[in-house]
C-alpha cells in the first residue's frame, strides 16, 4: 500500500512564485536553459541546471556543477526566495493548458515503496544519468523537482482534492507558455491524516516522468542510510517529492520520431520494404493518427499513412501491441537498421507538444530523411504494462503540461 507523508517545503514568496517556477531540467539543453533564465536571478534554473552560472567549456555533470547548485540554494534561501514551511503540510497543485486540466497532490514518497514495487515503473534507467541524479540530490541535500506519479482513480481522494480546489488560490499565475498554475496549502491536520490514510489503502502508483530521479532518490536513501548507525527510517531522505495525480485528468501526447536517413536504401525500394508490413496510402496532409496502429510518414514533401498489417499486432502482448513496438520491431530496426533507439544517433524524439510542423521542418531542411508521427501511448496501456513488471521502449510518453519546478522542494536534512 502507498505510504506518503506531508512535508515542510520550501517555496517561494507569492510576489515571487511567477519569476522562480522554472520547466524540468530534461526538457532542455545548457544553451536553452540559459537563454530561459536570462537576466532573471530567481529562475529555479539556477539550483536545477546551475551550469548556467559556469563557463560554457564546464562539463554539465562535473560535481563543481553541483557544489554551484549547492550554492545557488544557500543563495535562495538567504534572500529569501525559497521560505521554508513551519510545519508538514501537502499541496494540491493544478495545471491548466487550453482544455486539459490536472490536479495533483504534491507529496512525499516512500522510497520502500519504490524498492518494493508498490511504485511501478516502466522504462529503464540509463546508468550515466542516474549517477548525475545522484550527485545532483546528494550534494543540494535536496528533492528539487518532483516526480510525476499516476494512481488509479480514486472517488474519495478526488473529491478531496476538488473540494480544496474551490478555495483561492495561495498561488494563482500564468507562464510564458499559456498554462496556469495553481497552488493551495493543506495545513489542517485532519484532512493531512485523511489523505494519508486513504493513500495507505491505495495498492499502486505508478511513474509517470521521472524514472531517473526515482531511481537517484532510492541510491542517495542507500548512501546515507549506510552513514548514518542511527538510521530509523523516518529520516527525511527515505522520502522523495512527488506530484500524484489521477489516471482520468492525464493527457499523453505523442513521442514522434524522425531518421537521419534511409539506411541506404532509395525512396522506391523503401516504400515497397515497408509496404510489407504496413499498408501505404499517400495523405493529403499532415497526419496525426486517429486510432492505435497508424502511424503517419512524411518522406520527400510527402505525407502518407502507414496502417499496421493485422499479423503484427499482438494484443495479448502488453509490450508488442504498443505502438512504439511495432513501428520499431517492424520498420525502424528490420528497414532502417535502427537496433537500439536509446543509443543509435540516427534517430531524434520529438515531444508532441512541437507538433507535426516541427517533422515537417527537420525532414525539409535536410537533416532528417524521413519522419514518422505517432498515436499517442494511453494512460491505460501504461499501467497494464507496469502491472505486469514490463518495460517500455525508450520515449513511449509526453506528458503536457509539464510540472514546474521551483514552487516546492523538500530538504532531505
Known amino acids: 500500500m502507498a505510504i506518503i507523508r506531508p512535508f515542510e517545503a520550501l517555496r517561494p514568496p507569492v510576489h515571487l512564485a511567477p519569476r522562480v517556477a522554472a520547466l524540468p531540467y530534461d526538457v532542455m539543453d545548457v ?99 542516474e549517477e548525475d541524479r545522484i550527485k545532483h540530490i546528494d550534494t543540494l541535500d535536496a528533492n528539487d523537482e518532483p516526480v510525476f506519479y499516476i494512481f488509479r482513480s480514486h472517488p474519495e481522494v478526488e473529491e478531496i482534492l476538488q473540494n480544496v480546489i474551490y478555495e483561492p488560490a495561495d498561488y494563482n499565475f500564468t507562464t510564458a507558455d499559456g498554462v496556469s ?73 505523442p513521442y514522434n520520431r524522425v531518421v537521419k536517413d534511409l539506411n541506404g536504401l532509395d525512396t522506391p525500394r523503401f516504400l515497397d520494404t515497408v509496404s510489407k508490413s504496413f499498408l501505404i496510402t499517400p495523405a493529403p496532409a499532415p497526419l496525426a493518427p486517429e486510432e492505435r496502429h497508424q502511424f503517419g510518414m512524411y518522406l520527400g514533401r510527402q505525407w502518407y499513412r502507414l496502417q499496421a498489417r493485422p499479423e503484427l499486432t499482438d494484443e495479448a502482448n502488453t509490450v508488442g501491441r504498443l505502438d512504439v513496438s511495432i513501428l520499431q520491431n517492424h520498420l525502424l530496426h528490420p528497414v532502417l537498421g535502427i537496433e537500439n533507439p536509446r543509443t543509435d544517433k540516427r534517430i531524434s524524439f520529438v515531444g508532441g507538444i512541437r507538433g507535426l510542423d516541427e517533422l515537417v521542418r527537420l525532414v525539409d531542411s535536410g537533416e532528417y530523411a524521413v519522419a514518422f508521427s505517432m498515436h499517442p501511448t494511453g494512460i491505460q496501456e501504461l499501467m497494464d504494462l507496469a502491472d505486469d513488471d514490463q518495460i517500455m521502449p525508450p520515449k513511449s510518453t509526453w506528458f503536457e503540461p509539464k510540472l514546474r519546478s521551483g514552487l516546492f522542494v523538500h530538504l532531505l536534512s
Open 181 to 253: 498554475h495553481a497552488l493551495w496549502v493543506v495545513a489542517d491536520p485532519y484532512l493531512i491524516e485523511h489523505l494519508t490514510r486513504l493513500f495507505s489503502a491505495i495498492p499502486t502508483l505508478y511513474v509517470a516522468d521521472g524514472h531517473h530521479r526515482s531511481a537517484a532518490a532510492a541510491k542517495v536513501r542507500d548512501l546515507r542510510k549506510a552513514a548514518n548507525p542511527s538510521h530509523t527510517g523516518n529520516e527525511e531522505y527515505n522520502f522523495f517529492l512527488t506530484v500524484i495525480f489521477p489516471e482520468s485528468q492525464l493527457n499523453i501526447m
Open 31 to 129: 544553451e536553452e536553459a540559459r537563454q530561459m533564465a536570462g537576466d532573471n536571478s530567481d529562475s529555479f534554473l539556477h539550483i536545477s541546471r546551475p551550469e548556467i552560472d559556469l563557463p560554457a567549456s564546464v562539463d554539465p555533470h562535473a560535481d563543481e556543477v553541483h557544489r554551484q547548485g549547492k550554492l545557488n540554494l544557500q543563495g535562495f534561501i538567504e534572500r529569501k526566495v525559497l521560505i521554508q514551511e513551519p510545519a508538514p503540510c501537502y499541496y494540491i497543485y493544478r495545471q491548466r493548458m487550453g482544455a486539459i486540466v490536472q490536479t495533483g497532490l504534491v507529496a512525499c514518497a516512500a522510497v520502500d515503496d519504490y524498492v518494493s514495487g508498490v511504485i511501478k515503473k516502466h522504462e529503464h534507467t540509463r546508468a550515466d544519468k
